[in-house]
């Protein structure tokens, strides 16, 4: 027995023994890590760094960010400021909030700083992009986009998207049983980029195929840099792989259309513009933007998409004032097809004869439904921010931001913080982008507000994005009523696109003519 006991003190003190070494190793690590991110600092800069945290030695403070979701920033912010320093996804970056900071960096670009994004993301998305241009590949890459958003495609496009909104929310209503709004935007906004936006022939089930596909790719989109069984990244790269195939035969059916064709869509403008400068577009080349195209609408368009019918629902007077600006400029009338009439995803039924009654200029009067959408877009704005990489030391906030490093600008802090507001940041209030208050605010609160990002890089697609959601918000309030099929709000996911964790499941109901006519309240 004694032997015994002298056997198990034994064993435990050596546990204890290995238990302090390991730990003394961690701490030694940790320890030699933090300095190796203080000297990287730029000696030639009598500024500091920002204040922070490295984290752990090559995770840095990736498995925070990813578990805290906003929780993450928000409580580095309280405890650092407006500007400190982090390591996410195996680069040290510098966190960015607050009107003035978040100015100086998107009005820095190709001066101050550059577009950078995980390196994650560019193998994922590809070097044909114009989230990986930097410079003068990047200017004629956007001056190509740009004719993909000008006011003429946007006039081609509304009428469809009408249609194809219209007959997403009368399907709600007829489905007989509690909806997951954010699964059914993300499928619809895939629909409506894939069909109306790139213009390829894809029928349902190829839709639904793809749309889980590109979603696969963007969950692994910031992924550790691992290319390695199971990882992210590789993950990642197979969902690419597959995209990439299933697209390929529906732009090679593209580039075999007549040449003299109307350009109707984004693939139409991309091709063309390409052989005016004399160059023949790669397959390569169009499947890397057109997954671009694709990314860029899909998660950011369907959260916000989200965002409105539950910021609606929690605030049914902002319903009433729609319904009384839509019955003032006589569009109070809902489509008077039954609900589960059979039809295109695109537009009514053949044999309804509802046509589409809204044109940009159209939306442009409906003042009250544009501040709603702001207002949305700025208390849950679908992505937190954008990355940049330091081109030279530069101060910031009484900082040094050095060379290399990455910053990350955080649009969800900055609307969070603006003080321009007459009524409190955290409320919904769409009366604050009243015409009244946006001129007493004047120019000065610019970057108070920056859903789309600003300055060289900001967001070609805005235009779109915010007709979208101004169409969903006409077609909901005239056709339906909505209401929760769980006994509570669901708690919203930040990281990486805002959205419920439930994905926000509700019972749609049809309106009678009645309700719809008269502009009653839900």
Same mark, same amino acid.
């Not at 040290?92 to 960096?105: F, K, L, M, Q, Y």
């Not at 495609?153 to 709600?172: F, I, K, M, N, T």
């Not at 080349?285 to 997954?291: D, G, I, P, T």
């Given at each position: 027995?004694?032997?015994?006991?002298?056997?198990?003190?034994?064993?435990?003190?050596?546990?204890?023994?290995?238990?302090?070494?390991?730990?003394?190793?961690?701490?030694?690590?940790?320890?030699?890590?933090?300095?190796?991110?203080? #000297?990287?600092?730029?000696?030639?800069?009598?500024?500091?760094?920002?204040?922070?945290?490295?984290?752990?030695?090559?995770?840095?403070?990736?498995?925070?960010?990813?578990?805290?979701?906003?929780?993450?920033?928000?409580?580095?912010?309280?405890?650092?400021?407006?500007?400190?320093?982090?390591?996410?996804?195996?680069?040290?970056?510098?966190?960015?909030?607050?009107?003035?900071?978040?100015?100086?960096?998107?009005?820095?670009?190709?001066?101050?700083?550059?577009?950078?994004?995980?390196?994650?993301?560019?193998?994922?998305?590809?070097?044909?992009?114009?989230?990986?241009?930097?410079?003068?590949?990047?200017?004629?890459?956007r001056k190509v986009l740009a004719r993909v958003f000008?006011?003429?495609? #946007?006039?081609?496009?509304?009428?469809?998207?009408?249609?194809?909104?219209?007959?997403?929310?009368?399907?709600?209503? =007829?489905?007989?049983?509690?909806?997951?709004v954010y699964d059914a935007s993300k499928a619809l906004t895939f629909r409506m980029a894939a069909r109306i936006l790139l213009g390829l022939r894809l029928d349902e089930a190829q839709c639904a195929t793809l749309a889980r596909t590109l979603e696969q790719l963007v969950e692994n989109l910031f992924s550790l840099p691992l290319d390695v069984p199971f990882s992210g990244l590789r993950k990642g790269i197979r969902a690419r792989d597959q995209l990439h195939r299933h697209l390929e035969g529906a732009i090679s059916e593209k580039l075999h259309e007549d040449k003299a064709a109307e350009?109707?869509?984004?693939?139409?403008?991309?091709?063309?513009?390409?052989?005016?400068?004399?160059?023949? *577009?790669?397959?390569?080349?169009?499947?890397?933007?057109?997954?671009?195209?694709?990314?860029?609408?899909?998660?950011?368009?369907?959260?916000?998409?989200?965002?409105?019918?539950?910021?609606?629902?929690?605030?049914?007077?902002a319903i009433a004032k729609i319904r009384e600006e839509l019955m003032a400029q006589g569009l109070g009338r809902a489509c008077g097809c039954a609900p589960g009439a059979a039809g295109g995803s695109e537009g009514p039924p053949p044999d309804c004869g509802c046509e589409p009654d809204l044109s940009l200029a159209g939306l442009g009067r409906l003042r009250y439904v544009d501040c709603v959408v702001k207002e949305v877009?700025?208390?849950? *704005?679908?992505?937190?921010?954008?990355?940049?990489? =330091?081109?030279?030391?530069?101060?910031?906030?009484?900082?040094?931001?050095?060379?290399?490093?990455?910053?990350?600008?955080?649009?969800?802090?900055?609307?969070?913080?603006?003080?321009?507001?007459r009524s409190p940041p955290e409320g919904f209030d769409p009366e604050r982008f009243g015409a009244a208050r946006e001129d007493s605010r004047g120019a000065s609160s610019r970057f108070h507000y920056i859903p789309f990002g600003g300055g060289a890089r900001s967001c070609l697609g805005q235009e779109l994005a915010q007709a979208v959601l101004q169409l969903l918000a006409v077609e909901l309030v005239r056709t339906a009523r909505w209401e929760l099929a769980t006994p509570a709000f669901p708690a919203m996911q930040t990281v990486p696109i805002v959205h419920p964790v439930d994905g926000l499941r509700l019972f749609f109901h049809p309106l009678t003519p009645s309700v719809a006519g008269n502009g009653l309240c839900l």
């Open positions: 027995m004694f032997l015994w006991g002298l056997s198990c003190l034994s064993v435990l003190g050596a546990a204890g023994t290995a238990l302090l070494c390991a730990g003394l190793l961690l701490s030694l690590a940790q320890h030699l890590w933090t300095l190796r991110w203080m #000297l990287s600092r730029d000696r030639a800069s009598t500024l500091p760094l920002p204040k922070g945290s490295m984290g752990w030695p090559f995770f840095g403070e990736t498995l925070h960010w990813l578990v805290q979701g906003s929780r993450f920033h928000s409580s580095r912010r309280e405890r650092y400021g407006t500007v400190f320093k982090t390591h996410l996804l195996g680069r040290p970056v510098i966190r960015v909030s607050g009107a003035e900071n978040v100015r100086t960096i998107l009005l820095g670009e190709h001066r101050l700083v550059r577009s950078q994004w995980p390196q994650s993301a560019h193998i994922l998305l590809g070097s044909h992009t114009l989230l990986g241009a930097v410079g003068e590949p990047h200017r004629r890459r000008s006011r003429a495609a #946007l006039e081609r496009y509304v009428p469809r998207l009408q249609g194809a909104l219209r007959h997403e929310v009368r399907s709600w209503c =007829a489905a007989g049983g509690p909806v997951s350009l109707g869509d984004a693939l139409d403008l991309i091709i063309h513009s390409a052989r005016e400068l004399g160059h023949e *577009p790669s397959m390569q080349e169009l499947k890397e933007s057109a997954v671009e195209l694709l990314f860029a609408a899909f998660f950011t368009t369907a959260s916000a998409s989200t965002s409105l019918v539950l910021l609606l629902l929690q605030h049914p007077a877009l700025r208390l849950l *704005p679908p992505v937190s921010g954008g990355y940049r990489t =330091a081109l030279r030391t530069f101060e910031l906030d009484g900082y040094q931001i050095p060379k290399g490093w990455n910053v990350m600008y955080s649009i969800r802090d900055t609307h969070e913080t603006a003080a321009v507001y």
